[in-house]
């Protein structure tokens, strides 16, 4: 059983405890020290934020699929859901990876001496580069992956009409 | 191959981001479309919701990648470096949110749908409890015609056996298991004489008068179950007999208890009063037989020696004893004699003459006679004669004697308690087509055991010497002899009886003579 042993002040102790507690801040204030009120944001944090975006949207991604697969495996526009979000997948990670090299790579691997149409990739190609090259590609999923989603509400849309998949 | 040129990444950004903005507003569009179909439709709303966080999504974005890359190919790079932050922010913060459309969005989806699971099927049970609640309606319907003509047969059923029990002529009755009455028709009350609008609580032990009878019931209802044809004598509210015959079933339950009876009773009273009355007839006629043989046999010496006697009363002188034995022997032998046609008459072998008459005028004719001793002897005559009585065809000289006869025996019956009243009474019996006379009177009555013997010749409670006992032989035999027949009601009235004086009533039906035809017919 717990129980604790009262103890009793009388009213001096009571005052000289009153002002210690008063004089306190005086004493912070007297002898300031660092004190890491506001946390800065300094530049990685920008891309950490945009990458985990990604894997937010990634995770998003996975989990819509897993449900769609889970609870709507009739109809045709679901199945064209499920495509968009594989290609979404697919366009998440090469964004990440893309993002990724680019941090790799600085501005030696690339010449802009014609001018910006005429950019170069400069080698020796390492695998850094050539997955920086081929993600800066990543329209070629990412425009199927909206094709698929436009198919997919298209065909919602119609077979609503005809009572089919909703 | 030392580099590799990035114009077509640059041109599949560019074009790639027209197309993405082109195919994220045609899919929001759809997605729009399937809202404005079914608002109520939260997965898509969901699909709306999501299209529109990507529209903004992919707009910002390839907007983005368009002013960069338009941004640097007019040589403006370092404009595009002061955007390239909040453009690339904006797309981060709505990739985010992308994210969290998706994720709680859709969780929203999948709430949604098990709320719509339930609803369906909260519709489906809803959809099958309407059918079951149709189904029990049919039901239902088709039970209340069934009900319907079932209560009908049930009412059919019940007014022909209320009709049955209420105007049988027999008595019917239903006991409970301690054998007392729950029901009883009317026919039965007025058997037995009891109030028909409120008759007393009754018991089989208050009908039974004998109560071997009884017993005999409960031991056949107990051991068969039934009692048939048993011939009882029930006890009527006035105490008199009422002879029944009974049927009757037991009511068992399911455990073989007796809960009650059910029973028929037949009043066999009149079939008993017949069947005593056709006995009497029979016997007074081989009595009459008998007597009429006798007497045949008798008349002829009564003769020779009336003859004889009265030829020797000739010798003799009127003084002397020889002459007074023989006027003995002769008023005797006379005394014989008409015993012996008195005989003659009970037993119809005497001759009559039949001619149209009133029984008023007979009465009137007997009453001439007798009425002064009647009266001296402090009897008081009462007439209730009907003024147009029918004529009767008959002896006028038979008849006065049967009135005679019946006069004298209530005179008698009257003369030991030093007088009386004696009424006569006539009427029309229009359902039978007879003429009934009464004669009454408030003497001792008749003692029930010799009841059955007051025709018979030669019975008589009058003292030796005061009657001969064929008064109402004779008359019975003259009665008969007219085609009618006479009854004896004693103590004659059953509401004013006394115990001292419960007097006797002669009751005589004559048959009406339907022809007015005052000839004179002779046998």
Known sequence: MGCSKKVAYNSRQVKLMTGLLLLLPGLIVLFPVQAWALQTHGAPEGIIVHQMAHVFYFGALVYLFWDLRRTMSQGRGWKFLQIFCLLMMLWNILAFVGHQTHLIMDAADFSHEFGYLSSMMLGPFSATKLINYFARLDHLILVPALIFLFLSLRSIYRSTAEGEDS | MTTLPLFPAIFTDMAGSVLVIVLTVLSLRYAYLLTRREPDN?????????????????????MGHLVKQ???????GDVWHGLAPFSGGLNTLLMISLSAVIVFYHKGVEGYQAIRAKALSLKDANAQLNEAADQLRKMNLHLEERVEARTAE????????????????DMVYFCNAENRLVNMNRSGLEMLGYPVDDPPPLGLVDLFLHEEELDHYFDSMLKDGFIRDQEVEFVKADGSVLYVHVSANGVFDESGKFTGCEGIAKDLTRVK???GQLAGSEKMASVGQMAAGVAHEINTPLGVILGYAQLMMDDFDSDTEERQNLEVIERQTKACRKIVADLLKFSRQSESAREQLSLNEVIGDVMAVTEHTLNMNHITVHRDLEPDLPLVIGDAEKLRQVLVNFINNAHHAMEESGGGDLYLETRTLPASNEVAVMVRDTGHGIPEKIRAQIFDPFFTTKSVGKGTGLGLSVSYGIIQEHGGRIEVVSPAMKDLIDEQSPGTAFHVYLPIHAEENSDVIKD
């Open chain 2, 273 to 275: 009063l017949m069947m």
């Open chain 2, 70 to 76: 338009v941004l640097l190919i007019g040589g403006h």
């Open chain 2, 42 to 62: 939260f997965l898509w709303g969901f699909l709306f919701y999501f299209c529109v966080t990507l529209t903004v999504f992919a707009i910002s974005r390839a």
């Open chain 2, 154 to 169: 049930l009412s059919d059923s019940e007014k022909k056996f209320r009709h049955f029990f209420t105007n049988s002529m």
